[in-house]
């Protein structure tokens, strides 16, 4: 009911009806006997509930125990968007505790879909030989994961269990499909367009939201995540149906980033692509409580199957602009095919890795967040801080294969691709002033780009601008062999 949800509901259907047992002896035995009682295997469930229930049972009551046990386990799944929410929430620091009332057989979901590894603590009933709502088990979870029930915020789809319980006690709750307590959600996963900052929990995107992109203005209807396989690694994208003020519906994206400030530094990787002739998602960060980049939805289909020429090509303009600009995940999950006038094309998302190619050690400044830290730095007191390159042959090389497969210079995908790659990079030396003050003008800003990973974040300075120079003035046949 928050987490997973049961698509066939056979235990409690088939089981009762064949033991012959009435309702009420079927609930007290569920509260009273599955509920806070561990079985080595679902066998053994079965049996106990035959044996509780109708003793003398014959074996084909068993059979048909475990066959319902066995069917209702195997329904479930989990609702969308929970897995991205629990990484999303885990990077970003917050200790997770699972409490549930679970028989046996039904804990093996939780192991088989992923989220076994995800919490901190994990309390079954079955295993504590308790339920909710008794206080003892609240105050359990919080033990196991070091916080008091104050910093605690707990999320269930239970009134009594999961708001009225827990809130006794002094947590922070939120009800799940009903009006209850400090919030009240739809789904687990819309915690993600929410800023659990206490003392107030404020939305960061909701109905009724006005947005500016792409030259017209939206009101948001809904909000709704997108799927688990279509969200990134680390970040949360939320589907925004609008209406555009003429009546128009369209449809947004809104990305929430583990590190907020990284929305800016794929904001100015969108308008980059723009500059340079690329297809690119309308994007713009919306400030506030937050950060948060809303998108176009990128054109075209996610690219699979055969690499033919055409897209060879266009693929290779691609890998020109992460050469050029250090895009560091470019990659074929990120990257849609669609036709335009003359062919097939390539559409890239996710610049949120562009512009880091120097990992400079930033031990003992100051302030690392602040491009003037660096750009105030001798050339030699920068060298010896810089670590490492993000770009690689290696790296660039596995890249290339994941889109190309082992397809040689000479075949030719290959000619195709190394055409895309120098005819772009041909093209954007000679725009090399215009691209360098675009970003240049982006630098000196506020709010600062702070790009880089976590052990090298840092604020983008000239140094950076420096290294992208050096690339856009590259011989575009020079370009192509290192990268090759």
């Given at each position: 009911g928050t987490l997973l949800r049961i698509g066939r509901r056979s235990i409690h259907r088939e089981l009762p009806r064949a033991l012959g047992a009435s309702r009420k002896s079927w609930a007290e035995l569920v509260r009273e006997g599955l509920l806070t009682r561990a079985f080595p295997d679902p066998a053994a469930f079965v049996a106990f509930i035959c044996d509780s229930l109708a003793p003398g049972h014959g074996a084909e009551v068993l059979d048909l125990g475990l066959s319902s046990v066995r069917s209702e386990v195997a329904s479930v799944s989990l609702f969308?968007?929970?897995?991205?929410?629990?990484?999303?929430?885990?990077?970003?620091g917050l200790r997770l505790g699972l409490v549930s009332n679970l028989t046996s057989p039904h804990t093996e979901p939780v192991k088989t879909?992923?989220?076994?590894?995800?919490?901190?603590?994990?309390?079954?009933?079955?295993?504590?030989?308790?339920?909710?709502?008794q206080p003892e088990i609240y105050r359990r979870v919080c033990a196991r994961l070091g916080v008091p029930p104050e910093r605690t915020l707990f999320v269930g789809d239970s009134r009594a269990n999961d708001v009225d319980a827990p809130a006794a006690l002094g947590m922070w709750t939120a009800?799940?499909?009903f009006d209850a307590g400090s919030i009240s959600l739809t789904e687990v996963a819309d915690l993600g367009r929410l800023s659990l900052s206490a003392p107030a929990f404020k939305s960061l995107m909701a109905p009724g939201w006005r947005l500016e992109l792409g030259g017209q203005t939206r009101t948001v209807t809904r909000v709704a995540p997108v799927g688990d396989d279509e969200q990134g690694r680390y970040n949360l994208v939320y589907a925004l149906d609008c209406v555009t003020d003429g009546g128009a519906p369209s449809r947004l994206f809104a990305k929430r980033f583990l590190l907020p400030e990284t929305a800016y530094v794929?904001?100015?990787?969108?308008?980059?692509?723009?500059?340079?002739?690329?297809?690119?998602?309308?994007?713009?960060?919306?400030?506030?409580?937050?950060?948060?980049?809303?998108?176009?939805?990128?054109?075209?289909?996610?690219l699979e199957g055969a690499i033919d020429p055409g897209i060879a090509?266009?693929?290779?303009?691609?890998?020109?602009?992460?050469?050029?600009?250090?895009?560091?995940?470019?990659?074929?999950?990120n990257?849609?095919?669609?036709?335009?006038?003359?062919?097939?094309?390539?559409?890239?998302?996710?610049?949120?890795h562009c512009l880091f190619n120097l990992a400079i050690d930033t031990e003992g400044l100051a302030d690392p967040f602040r491009p003037e830290t660096f750009d105030s730095m001798g050339e030699s007191e920068l060298s010896e801080r810089v670590k490492k390159r993000v770009l690689s042959q290696k790296t660039s090389s596995r890249a290339?294969?994941?889109?190309?497969?082992?397809?040689?210079?000479?075949s030719e995908v290959g000619r195709a691709y190394s055409s895309g790659f120098q005819e772009f990079a041909a093209l954007q030396r000679e725009r090399a002033d215009a691209l360098c003050d675009l970003i240049s003008r982006r630098i000196h800003r506020d709010p600062p780009l702070v790009i880089g990973t976590q052990a090298h974040r840092r604020a983008m300075a000239e140094v950076d601008l420096l290294d992208i120079r050096s690339r856009l003035e590259m011989e575009p046949e020079a370009a192509l062999e290192w990268m090759w």
């Open positions: 969308p968007g929970v897995l991205s929410l629990l990484h999303f929430l885990k990077r970003r879909l992923g989220l076994a590894g995800l919490f901190d603590a994990t309390l079954f009933s079955c295993d504590e030989g308790m339920v909710k709502p009800g799940i499909g794929e904001e100015l990787g969108y308008a980059l692509q723009r500059a340079c002739g690329l297809p690119a998602c309308d994007a713009r960060v919306e400030p506030g409580l937050e950060p948060l980049l809303i998108l176009s939805a990128a054109p075209g289909r996610k090509f266009d693929i290779g303009r691609h890998f020109a602009f992460g050469f050029l600009f250090a895009n560091a995940d470019l990659r074929p999950r990257s849609f095919r669609f036709d335009g006038p003359s062919g097939s094309r390539l559409s890239v998302v996710d610049m949120e290339r294969r994941s889109f190309l497969g082992e397809a040689s210079r000479d």
